[in-house]
C-alpha cells in the first residue's frame, strides 16, 4: 500500500494566485483534487519536506490547503481548506 506524499505547488483561485499543499497518493490523484492537469503536476509541483506543510497536509489527507502566495514566506500560516 503506498503512503502519503504530500506535494506542494501554485495554483489559482477565483484569478488570484496561491500556494496549495495536499497529502496524496499519487500525482494524478492530486490532479482530480485541484482541479490542474497532471502535466501540471508532474513539472510544475513537487513533494515537499517542509514540517509545516507535511503537518498540515497530513492532518486531513487528500484535502488541499492554500495560503496566498504573498503569505507562503511569513513564519506562521493561516491555511485554508479548499472547497470544491
Excluded at 486531513?60 to 514566506?73: A, L, N, Q
Amino acid at each position: 500500500m503506498r503512503e502519503y506524499k504530500v506535494f506542494a505547488g501554485n495554483g489559482f483561485i477565483l484569478g488570484k494566485q496561491v500556494f496549495m499543499i495536499v497529502a496524496a497518493k499519487t500525482q494524478k490523484r492530486v490532479s482530480e483534487l485541484t482541479g490542474l492537469s497532471t502535466g501540471e503536476i508532474r513539472n510544475y509541483w513537487s513533494i515537499t519536506g517542509n514540517k509545516d506543510q507535511i503537518e498540515t497536509a497530513t492532518s486531513k489527507p487528500e484535502t488541499v490547503f492554500y495560503i496566498p502566495t504573498k503569505d507562503m514566506w511569513m513564519d506562521k500560516k493561516d491555511w485554508q481548506k479548499l472547497d470544491k
